[in-house]
């Protein structure tokens, strides 16, 4: 279960401005530099569409699906990426209900965090399907954030997101980083 509800997501997400996103682009570089050019790619979490919105065009997916359990964080995600891209769809959704389908990659930024370790593990699970590239960030230490159910320090969650039944994932990717206030 998330720390923080749709409701109050939705106004975190009505008042923020893509400015303050500036802090998230060297996290952005590494996460699009390791998902490369894919067909498709599905980013759990989405907020209000800043990763997808500050992709490169020479390396942007095809097809966007933009999942937030906020409507708000949806449809400001939409309205900044549908555009830029061949298809983009939004769904309002718990990312821990959802089904990535038929993508070439998953990405979670900043999302695993908020979600119990047994919700984080599970969402993986579910998303590391054959051939399907997943990729997460978490913030390591120590996080003033209230809205966090947990925090990383080491390699606890790698270890309980390694797969060891034999399914063949593209690769499984989880970038600790610390930002600088």
């Known amino acids: 279960m998330p720390v923080q509800n749709a409701e109050?997501?939705?106004a975190h997400w009505s008042r923020h401005s893509p400015d303050s996103e500036v802090r998230y682009w060297p996290l952005w570089?590494?996460?699009?530099d390791i998902v490369g050019k894919v067909d498709s790619l599905v980013d759990m979490g989405c907020g209000c569409g800043g990763l997808c919105a500050t992709w490169p065009e020479a390396t942007r997916p095809q097809h966007v699906r933009?999942?937030?359990?906020?409507?708000?964080?949806?449809?400001?995600?939409?309205a900044r990426c549908g555009s830029l891209y061949g298809a983009c769809t939004g769904a309002v959704a718990d990312?821990?209900?959802?089904?990535p389908m038929?993508?070439?990659?998953?990405?979670f930024s900043e999302v695993l965090e908020h979600l119990t370790a047994a919700d984080a593990v599970s969402v993986w699970e579910n998303c590391a399907g054959e051939n399907?590239?997943?990729?997460g960030s978490v913030p390591?230490?120590?996080m003033k954030s209230k809205g966090h159910a947990q925090t990383y320090h080491d390699e606890d969650l790698v270890r309980k997101l390694y797969r060891p039944d034999g399914i063949k994932t593209v690769g499984?990717?989880?970038?600790?980083?610390?930002?600088n206030g």
């Open 8 to 10: 109050f997501y939705d």
């Open 29 to 32: 570089d590494a996460i699009r």
């Open 66 to 78: 933009l999942v937030d359990f906020s409507a708000v964080g949806v449809e400001r995600a939409i």
């Open 95 to 99: 990312i821990r209900e959802l089904d």
């Open 102 to 107: 038929d993508y070439d990659a998953v990405v």
């Open 132 to 135: 399907r590239l997943v990729v």
């Open 140 to 142: 390591a230490g120590e």
């Open 172 to 179: 499984c990717f989880l970038i600790f980083w610390r930002r």
